[in-house]
């Protein structure tokens, strides 16, 4: 049985014991984070945002940005063990997204259009030697964009 009117049981100055008022103790902090499926991908790749432009039926430029970061989707598309699909959340609601058949089909899109890596607007004339043409090899071209200006030659 209350003694007052609940409007006056707070008694003043409680606002830190009654959680009300302006007071706070933190602060929000925006935090950069990757979704889940892009940081469980070793290659590192833009997952949710290739497929955005996959889904609206643009594969080229969903093909070139899949390709910033992977330049092998054609063949990542059917050996990788996509560990990515695994933690997609839309898991947790009916089914994750095929995100390795989706990559597979980037990749063949673009064989079979001929699509290829654009060319550096400016060349130094250098060569650059690259000894084998598996994954590595090719992967160390694209990922060190410093050299892009130098010809590499894969061998
Ligand atoms: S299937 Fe593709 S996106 Fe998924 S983990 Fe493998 S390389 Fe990354």
Not at 4 to 29: E, I, Y
Not at 77 to 87: A, D, N, Q, S
Not at 99 to 113: K, M, P, Q, T
């Amino acid at each position: 049985m209350m003694n007052k009117a609940f409007a006056v049981t707070l008694d003043p100055a409680t606002s830190l014991q009654n959680h009300t008022g302006s007071w706070r103790t933190l602060r929000p902090v925006n935090v950069f984070k990757l979704p889940p499926c892009n940081n469980q991908c070793p290659a590192g790749e833009n997952i949710q945002q290739w497929l955005f432009y996959a889904a609206e039926g643009d594969y080229e430029h969903a093909w070139r940005i899949l390709t910033e970061e992977n330049p092998l989707p054609a063949c990542m598309g059917r050996v990788c063990y996509h560990t990515c699909e695994g933690k997609c959340n839309r898991g947790f609601l009916d089914e994750s997204v095929g995100i390795n058949s989706v990559e597979r089909f980037l990749g063949d899109y673009a064989l079979e259009h001929n699509l290829s890596f654009k060319r550096p607007t400016r060349e130094t004339g250098k060569k650059i030697l690259i000894v084998g043409a598996g994954p590595a090899g090719i992967y160390c071209v694209l990922a060190c964009p410093e050299w892009l200006p130098s010809m590499p030659v894969i061998f």
